[in-house]
């Protein structure tokens, strides 16, 4: 059938609008035929995202969900029901089709869906404004004030337009004829603006009504975690739920005809963008026990896994989910259909099969959908995914290294144990827990169990830290989340800093008093997450075999198939660095001739482990006859006493005695170069308890003068040896303060009503961090390689960094193999580092 | 009591079935034909060693009993360090050359390293261990972390394998008349080089009023299954079956009493080369002839293999 041939061009100006409205309503029709709206996806990716990539929420999380519902079906279901039909004659603006369609989208079965997915969209907002919210409590009248202008902005700008095109319009020069055909879409567009207005001014009335309940509420002291972000929300989600189209406002909007309210809206939406996104940093700094993500961009807790576990998870769920969202065609049923696959991965699968393996939930998934995200992001490949899929395997090889490193070196039984509850360093905290934290603002005990696991001596300093790293206290500080987050409420006296040392498979029952004082009392309760640091200096420890062939007799064996190269991987002691050695694929031919053979060195980050590390050097210990690294390499060759010269003689100890009426003496007092001060309080008296403890360090030569207080020190009458050993951390340069130069430490303090000033002891400044690593154990494997077994010692000639790699070219030919056709040598690396490894818990106590 | 009998009598049936079919029968080292001195077993019976303790490592060898005499088997320890060698209660780190005599009765072990045993024969059959006592290193030497040390090892011999090749010649009138004949290596010892014979077209013919030519074809290659190589040269003699069949010279080879004679170097072997020899061929009235080739291959071999120690330090 042949189509008719297109109408004339209108020879008057009324004929031409009249095309011109025909072709626009059947533009509308176009649009609203499509029976799924292309946003309402987005909300559920959005949903299944943060279900996967926050993991391990239980489904009774959403139980929260309900409210919403109720609230806005409590607005939209009577709309439908009563006004439905009337809504869907004034929309269509007499047309019938138009009128049928949007009958069939306030159909109640039609807006109870989009209620539900709204109230979703609602509730995971609330979450993630969370922080927001507590932020804003402070500033309350503010934003009164701000949501209050945003109404009378928009109130008046809207109806003001209305109104003017109503009367013709102000823009007189298009001309009267130009006019009547804006005239003709204005009153198409009356009706529909007129529906936008009615629901919202519903929305606007609920939300005053909602803002005048706090006001009543707040005076009986209700708590504003429920009502701002409540009310804030319901402004936010109406915005969107006006902008997206449940009452199809989203086809009415006057886009061409100016007015406030596109902008106003578009600001609304990418406030809210920023709010979230703001909001799901600071959600992940605070989730506990947030695993460490190793990555490219992960640094410490925070960042890594809020971008990495949502943005991943997101990426996985939009992939997973757009597999069957796309290829089923449009339609609620099929949408709806298309929902089952997702589901049961992420609700029933992953909950089913995680526990299995035994891997708690709650840690895993982030990483799962960051690992899934990243593979993803970066291949495509399903193959790829299903090998990130692949958890038992890569469980098996966690265990496996765990019990060939851990338990057969260490001697530690390991049978029958999980991964999770392995120790990755030296030290282990366990049962860490407060007690009596029932109200905030008293004191309440926090006692963990830390244990040495190692076989040799440690010397930790126990602490109670913030629970954030800097940097992610800096950036919260930054948005002002600094209140609800326990940045600042959380109080942490002196003594929960302990120094000591442990012995190997020594435990230490840490105990100490501390206090939650929130700084708002319009909160009913608040919880902190309690961190506990223990900070210790360890090192890594790796061995690579390295076999050298006869080039000849090589290339024999190759040719008969009976040698194959491959590369040896290095044996690394386990820890939170993985030392790394490498070399090339061995065994490795040697000539008659010279050449120039490289050993690379590097670290990373073992992805078992959490917490604070920093290298302090690296060392590369060659047989003898290796020889030495070349110089273009980035090692150079030193003598053990070169480097640590001898340490216990360099540290120097010096005592006060007889201070504060001549029974408080200090003794054991060591100031070392970066920064740390140890002493050992004593009195030869009754065991007492110094208040305002000042300690000033002071050198002229050094132009250096720092002082730092304790509120409180218990004093012993103890032995010298079992004095619990103190220590203070004054922050100065490292580069500023230089072993054995001389200082001048004094103590003053309060005690009873008295203030004591004890008499100055001058000493000279102990060597550092590298001392204390070189102390023990390391420093016999390393004395006993160096001197027994005729090792050369080599040192990093730079600062190390993380995943940097570092080289050794060595000179090598056919001399080494001594006449041989196989030789073997062994080489080490050793990374020293300072590590910090943190316990959490979470401290609720009710404001009072 | 008859059925008790009965019963215990089918337990014991049972367990000697079980016992010869997989304790006896399982265990026993039957050599293959390639190998003419097979290695038994190689390594330490202890598989995991703790540190800064002595162990012991054997390679036990076996002499084909169906072959011939292995003369100067040399069994060399390779790759050694970071173990040490224990002899005669001294530790050995660097090559050293033993002064005296072997303290364990191998018959030439004097001068040579101590990583090296050495024995001047072995009869067919025999069953030789070759062990050493190894210092372990210590657990600073390993940085106390699990080591596992792959040692590799040699064995070198020298060894004469014989094959005899039989080509049946036949009387062109014979083939005439439709009979047909085939060669065969009618007798081998068990060897790591291959030989394989053959003969131009599919027989030899002679005639009964003319003499007549023809060659013997063969070709040596050394099999991979042997894990093994030919050091130096490999001498082959070629008997012929009587003087009147042998050709007055053959380029590239010696004659010797009845034979021809020639080296191969290793590397010509390894292309698995063919020769060619001439074979005179004189008048015959009998109707078939049986040419036996008597051929011997002697030769030095170098088997390699490896084995893993693990030091696993004491746990504390």
Same mark, same amino acid.
């Given at each position: ?287 506990a026990p947030a695993p460490q993500v190793g990555g490219?961009?992960a640094?410490g807790y925070?960042?890594g896994y ?48 995680l526990p299995i393996i035994n891997i708690q939930i709650q840690p895993i998934l982030p990483v799962i959908?960051w690992k ?15 090998k990130t899929?692949d958890y038992r395997k890569y469980l098996e090889q966690v265990q496996a290294q765990y019990e060939t490193l851990w338990c057969d070196v260490y001697g530690i039984e390991c049978k029958g144990s999980t991964p999770e509850l392995m120790p990755t360093s030296g030290v282990r905290i366990s049962e860490f827990k ?14 963990a169990k830390i244990e040495n696991i190692a076989n040799y001596p440690i010397q930790i300093q126990a ?37 000591l040392v442990l012995r190997p498979k020594q435990g230490y029952q840490y ?20 961190r506990i640091g223990v900070k210790m200096d360890l090192y890594s420890f790796s061995r690579l075999p390295i ?19 491959s590369e040896v991987p290095a044996i690394v002691t386990l820890g939170p660095i993985k030392l790394n050695i490498n070399t090339?694929?061995q ?12 050993i690379f060195v590097s670290s990373g980050r073992a992805d078992i482990a959490s917490g604070e590390v920093t290298p302090t050097s690296y060392y590369l210990l ?147 961090t590298y001392?204390r690593q070189f102390g023990g154990e390391l420093n016999s494997i390393l004395s006993n390689l160096?001197?027994l077994y005729?090792y ?8 190390p960094?993380e995943f940097?790699l570092y ?17 073997s040598f062994l080489i080490y690396a050793v990374a020293t580092y300072t590590y910090l490894t943190y316990g959490e818990t ?7 | ?43 330490s019976?202890i598989s995991r060693v703790a540190p800064d303790t002595?162990t ?26 970071p173990f ?52 372990v290193p210590s657990k600073e030497e390993i940085g106390k972390m699990v080591y596992d040390h792959q ?41 790591? #080089? +291959? ?6 077209? &599919? ?7 003319? *003499?007549? $030519?023809? %060659? @013997? ?36 080879? #010696? +004659? ?6 020639? &080296? ?7 292309? *698995?080369? $063919?020769? %060619? @020899? ?30 893993m120690i693990t030091v696993v330090p004491i746990k504390i």
């Amino acid at each position: 059938m042949q189509s008719p041939p297109p109408p004339p061009y209108p020879p008057s100006v009324e004929e031409y609008y009249k095309e011109l409205l025909k072709e626009m309503k059947e533009k509308r029709r176009e649009d609203i035929t499509k029976e799924v709206p292309d946003w309402i996806y987005y909300p559920i990716i959005f949903i299944l995202s943060f279900y996967a990539a926050w993991g391990g929420i239980p489904i009774n999380y959403f139980e929260l969900v309900i409210p919403f519902i109720v609230f806005f079906s409590l607005i939209f279901l009577p709309l439908a029901i009563l006004r439905g039909k009337d809504i869907a004659r004034r929309a269509s603006g007499g047309d019938h089709e138009l009128r049928k369609e949007y009958e069939r989208k306030w159909s109640i079965g039609n807006v109870l869906s989009r209620i539900i997915i709204a109230s979703f969209v609602a509730f995971v907002s609330m979450t993630y404004l969370y922080p927001w919210m507590a932020a804003a409590r402070a500033y309350t009248s503010y934003i009164f004030l701000i949501i209050l202008g945003i109404y009378i902005l928009i109130f008046p700008s809207l109806a003001g337009r209305v109104e003017y095109e109503k009367l013709l319009g102000r823009r007189k020069k298009w001309g009267i004829k130009r006019v009547r055909g804006w005239l003709e879409r204005s009153r198409e567009e009356i009706s529909t603006v007129y529906e936008r207005f009615k629901i919202f001014f519903l929305i606007i009335g609920f939300a005053l009504v909602g803002i005048g309940g706090y006001f009543l509420y707040s005076a009986g002291g209700f708590s504003l975690m429920v009502i701002i972000p409540f009310i804030l929300l319901i402004l936010i989600v109406s915005i969107l739920y006006v902008y997206l189209g449940i009452s199809d406002l989203k086809y009415g909007l006057p886009k061409k005809t100016g007015g406030a309210v596109p902008a106003l809206l578009y600001l609304s939406i990418l406030l809210f963008t920023f709010l979230i996104l703001t909001g799901s940093i600071a959600i992940g700094a605070m989730s506990a026990p947030a695993p460490q993500v190793g990555g490219p961009f992960a640094t410490g807790y925070g960042i890594g896994y809020p971008l990495f576990g949502v943005l991943g998870g997101m990426i996985f769920t939009f992939i997973f989910y757009s597999i069957f969202g796309a290829i089923i065609p449009k339609g609620w049923v099929s949408f709806f259909l298309s929902l089952v696959p997702t589901f049961i991965l992420i609700f029933w699968i992953f909950p089913a099969i995680l526990p299995i393996i035994n891997i708690q939930i709650q840690p895993i998934l982030p990483v799962i959908g960051w690992k899934i995200g990243w593979t993803w992001s970066l291949s495509w490949s399903l193959a790829d995914l299903y090998k990130t899929l692949d958890y038992r395997k890569y469980l098996e090889q966690v265990q496996a290294q765990y019990e060939t490193l851990w338990c057969d070196v260490y001697g530690i039984e390991c049978k029958g144990s999980t991964p999770e509850l392995m120790p990755t360093s030296g030290v282990r905290i366990s049962e860490f827990k407060s007690y009596g934290a029932t109200y905030c603002g008293k004191n309440f005990s926090v006692i963990a169990k830390i244990e040495n696991i190692a076989n040799y001596p440690i010397q930790i300093q126990a602490s109670l830290i913030n629970p954030y790293s800097q940097w992610m206290a800096d950036w919260l500080t930054a948005f002002a989340l600094t209140h609800w987050t326990c940045l600042e409420e959380l109080e942490v006296f002196p003594e929960c800093n302990k120094t000591l040392v442990l012995r190997p498979k020594q435990g230490y029952q840490y105990s100490c008093v501390t206090n939650i004082k929130p700084k708002n009392t319009e909160i009913s309760s608040l919880s902190c997450v309690l961190r506990i640091g223990v900070k210790m200096d360890l090192y890594s420890f790796s061995r690579l075999p390295i076999t050298f062939i006869e080039q000849n007799y090589s290339w024999s064996l190759q040719d008969l198939g009976f040698l194959t190269k491959s590369e040896v991987p290095a044996i690394v002691t386990l820890g939170p660095i993985k030392l790394n050695i490498n070399t090339e694929p061995q065994p490795i031919d040697l000539s008659e001739e010279n050449r120039t053979m490289y050993i690379f060195v590097s670290s990373g980050r073992a992805d078992i482990a959490s917490g604070e590390v920093t290298p302090t050097s690296y060392y590369l210990l060659l047989p003898r006859e290796l020889g030495n690294c070349l110089p273009e390499g980035d090692f150079s060759a030193v003598t053990l006493d070169e480097v640590v010269g001898n340490c216990k003689e360099k540290e120097v100890r010096e005592d006060i005695n007889s201070c504060g009426g001549g029974d408080i003496s200090f003794l054991d007092i060591s100031f070392h170069e970066d920064g740390y001060l140890f002493f050992k309080p004593w009195t030869n008296g009754n065991s007492t308890t110094l208040l305002y403890v000042r300690i000033d360090v002071l050198s002229q030569s050094l132009n250096y003068n720092e002082s730092k207080t304790l509120d409180r020190l218990e004093v012993s009458n103890l032995s010298r040896e079992k004095i619990e050993i103190k220590s203070v951390n004054f922050s100065s340069p490292k580069t500023f303060l230089k072993a054995g130069s001389p200082i001048t430490v004094r103590f003053s303090f309060r005690k009873g009503e008295r203030e004591y000033q004890c008499a100055t002891t001058s000493l000279k400044i102990s060597p550092g961090t590298y001392c204390r690593q070189f102390g023990g154990e390391l420093n016999s494997i390393l004395s006993n390689l160096t001197s027994l077994y005729n090792y050369n010692l080599h040192i990093l000639t730079q600062s190390p960094k993380e995943f940097k790699l570092y080289t050794c070219p060595i000179k090598v030919n056919k001399t080494l193999l001594e006449s041989r056709v196989f030789k073997s040598f062994l080489i080490y690396a050793v990374a020293t580092y300072t590590y910090l490894t943190y316990g959490e818990t979470t401290v609720s106590c009710s404001v009072i | 009591m008859r059925r008790r009998i009965r019963n215990h009598f089918s337990i014991f049936f049972y367990l000697l079935i079980l016992l010869l079919s997989l304790g006896c029968i399982a265990k026993e080292e039957i050599p293959q034909s390639y190998e003419d001195i097979k290695v038994l077993f190689a390594g330490s019976k202890i598989s995991r060693v703790a540190p800064d303790t002595n162990t012991f490592v054997v390679i036990t060898i076996m002499n084909n009993a169906l072959g011939g005499n292995a003369t100067s088997v040399i069994v060399s320890l390779e790759n050694v360090e970071p173990f040490r060698i224990v002899e005669g209660g001294k530790e050995y780190s660097n090559p050293s050359e033993r002064r005296k005599g072997s303290p364990y009765g191998y018959t030439c072990d004097d001068g040579k390293e101590v990583r090296t045993h050495c024995m001047e024969g072995i009869m067919p059959g025999e069953i030789i261990d070759f062990f050493w006592i190894l210092k372990v290193p210590s657990k600073e030497e390993i940085g106390k972390m699990v080591y596992d040390h792959q040692m590799y090892y040699t064995v070198k011999y020298n060894y004469v394998a014989k094959f005899i090749y039989r080509i049946t010649a036949i009387n062109e009138e014979e083939l005439i008349r439709g009979s047909r004949v085939s060669n065969s290596i009618i007798y081998s010892t068990p060897s790591p #080089i +291959k030989f394989e014979g053959k003969t131009p077209d &599919n027989y030899v013919v002679f005639s009964t009023n003319q *003499s007549r $030519e023809s %060659y @013997l074809i063969f070709s040596l290659s050394v099999i991979p299954e042997a894990r093994g190589t030919v050091e130096g040269d490999l001498s082959i003699t070629v008997f012929y079956p009587s003087q009147e069949y042998m050709p007055s010279e053959i380029e590239n080879w #010696i +004659k010797v009493s009845e034979g021809f004679s020639r &080296n191969i170097s290793a590397i010509e072997l390894a292309t *698995s080369p $063919e020769f %060619y @020899l001439p074979l005179n061929l004189p008048p015959d009235l009998r109707p078939f002839i049986n040419l036996d080739f008597r051929i011997e291959l002697n030769y030095t071999f170098i088997k390699n293999g490896n084995f893993m120690i693990t030091v696993v330090p004491i746990k504390i």
